[in-house]
T-cell receptor, first 114, second 114 residues
Framework: GAVVSQHPSWVICKSGTSVKIECRSLDFQATTMFWYRQFPKQSLMLMATSNEGSKATYEQGVEKDKFLINHASLTLSTLTVTSAHPEDSSFYIC??????????FGSGTQLSVL | SQQGEEDPQALSIQEGENATMNCSYKTSINNLQWYRQNSGRGLVHLILIRSNEREKHSGRLRVTLDTSKKSSSLLITASRAADTASYFCATDGPRNTNAGKSTFGDGTTLTVKP
């Protein structure tokens, strides 16, 4: 089956630094990818829709300047958490849609900001 | 708003018993997927069931889909302690409404006691 690779699996950083998370579709071209955030013991919340070659669409309440999304190729979307602060600590996960609109998910990134 | 809603929120059973979790959704879907998440880990894809399918099996897992009731169930037979995890359903919608966004339910936390 299709594989979506997300990297890194976990990251610990100091407050004020920026962190980049990559999401790759390994065996299909993904025109659309999605980024989610999950707080402990809660469900996943959709943050934004990443469209190849165009600007991402952010969900209400998500700061686009804080969470920069780049989808420069059909196999790679990146989420950069800029000037991370402890309240940004969370579990981030991506999903990718193949041309048949089937969705496949990455394994997630646990971000801890000290 | 969340599309999928799982119930129960938490389920505790003895090893060897069957576990049934339900998911309800509100709008039309292309497919529905069930995922498993161990605490602090990424999501593991379990089963995808398409909107034109009614039942699907994978090992000890059985998923049903009733599009008339907009609901799905996940049955885990002969449960094991290792099945302890949170289980989420995720739906993606038709192209002409929500552009394939996948929405997660709140999840069911399953505890299997040895």
């Amino acid at each position: 089956g299709a594989v979506v690779s997300q990297h890194p699996s976990w990251v610990i950083c100091k407050s004020g630094t920026s962190v980049k998370i990559e999401c790759r579709s390994l065996d299909f071209q993904a025109t659309t990818m999605f980024w989610y955030r999950q707080f402990p013991k809660q469900s996943l919340m959709l943050m934004a829709t990443s469209n190849e070659g165009s600007k991402a669409t952010y969900e209400q309440g998500v700061e686009k300047d804080k969470f920069l999304i780049n989808h420069a190729s059909l196999t790679l979307s990146t989420l950069t958490v800029t000037s991370a602060h402890p309240e940004d600590s969370s579990f981030y996960i991506c999903s990718a849609a193949n041309p048949n609109e089937k969705l496949f998910f990455g394994s997630g990134t646990q971000l801890s900001v000290l | 708003s969340q599309q999928g809603e799982e119930d129960p929120q938490a389920l505790s059973i003895q090893e060897g018993e069957n576990a049934t979790m339900n998911c309800s959704y509100k709008t039309s879907i292309n497919n529905l997927q069930w995922y498993r998440q161990n605490s602090g880990r990424g999501l593991v894809h379990l089963i995808l069931i398409r909107s034109n399918e009614r039942e699907k099996h994978s090992g000890r897992l059985r998923v049903t889909l009733d599009t008339s009731k907009k609901s799905s169930s996940l049955l885990i037979t002969a449960s094991r302690a290792a099945d302890t995890a949170s289980y989420f359903c995720a739906t993606d919608g038709p192209r002409n409404t929500n552009a394939g966004k996948s929405t997660f339910g709140d999840g069911t936390t399953l505890t299997v006691k040895p």
